[in-house]
């Protein structure tokens, strides 16, 4: 019985075992380097931004409102979104600069 099963084996031992997960570890990398560390990268230089933010600044929210800061604390920023028009929004919800003309500035695709 034991010379069956060894012949079923193919007597690869522990080589076919380790062979097996090599496709695996490869599309374990390609996901890292096509998503994850792309994403890590975004999420690290947006929290940067969110760290330099100054009064006088132009922003835009997440949710699309546009205005000039005028006040900061650690969680909270004061926006002027017209003359005399104060509304605070949590610093999470900043998505990013105006440019010059008043556009959001232009996000980079993740991942490609």
């Known amino acids: 019985m034991t010379?069956?099963?060894?012949?079923a084996d193919g007597g690869?031992?522990?080589?076919g075992g380790i062979a097996s997960f090599i496709p695996l570890i490869l599309i374990f990398g390609v996901f890292y380097f096509m998503?994850?560390?792309p994403q890590q990268k975004?999420?690290?230089q947006h929290q940067q931004f969110l760290n330099e933010l100054k009064n006088g600044n132009k922003v835009v929210t997440k949710g699309g409102i546009h205005g000039t800061i005028t006040g900061l604390t650690d969680?909270?920023?004061?926006?002027?979104?017209?003359?005399?028009?104060?509304?605070?929004?949590?610093?999470?919800?900043?998505?990013g600069p105006l440019t010059k003309?008043?556009?959001p500035a232009p996000a980079k695709a993740a991942g490609g």
């Open 12 to 15: 690869a031992g522990g080589v």
């Open 3 to 7: 010379g069956i099963a060894y012949a």
């Open 75 to 95: 969680s909270v920023i004061t926006l002027e979104i017209a003359d005399n028009v104060r509304v605070k929004v949590s610093r999470a919800s900043i998505a």
């Open 101 to 103: 003309e008043g556009a």
């Open 35 to 37: 998503l994850i560390r």
């Open 42 to 44: 975004q999420a690290k």
